[in-house]
């Protein structure tokens, strides 16, 4: 199951904060502020996929994360190299390298991250 970009960027606070109430919620949004009912139908529809839960205070609701921000990306990501790429990790790297401008910097950040996780990997 998958996030709308709305529902995402809502589960971006909703990860950052940990824990929160709606108000918590509306705060860090950035002005214009989302309206209240607005926010309350995506924690709805967050819920109800599964991405979500509550504890109820007197009638105030406690929002938490039940799935992990990592576990999140990383089954987006594999979508991604799934659907668009041939299930290569190689093509992806290749456009991603390619693609993005990177620096020359970035690129050696890169080729050291590869590099660690190589030599981590059992034979």
Known sequence: ???SKTEEELMNHV???EKAFMKDLLDVYPEPKPANTTVATLLKRMTDKGFIDYKLF???REYYP???KKDYF???VNGLIKNFFNDSASQFA???TKETNLTKAELE???TLIDSEI???PQ
């Open 66 to 68: 039940l799935v992990k």
């Open 109 to 111: 950040d890169l080729k």
């Open 119 to 121: 030599k981590n990997k």
């Open 94 to 96: 290749s456009f991603f």
């Open 1 to 3: 199951m998958q996030l």
């Open 58 to 60: 007197g009638k105030s």
């Open 15 to 17: 990860w950052k904060l």
């Open 74 to 76: 990383s089954k987006h």
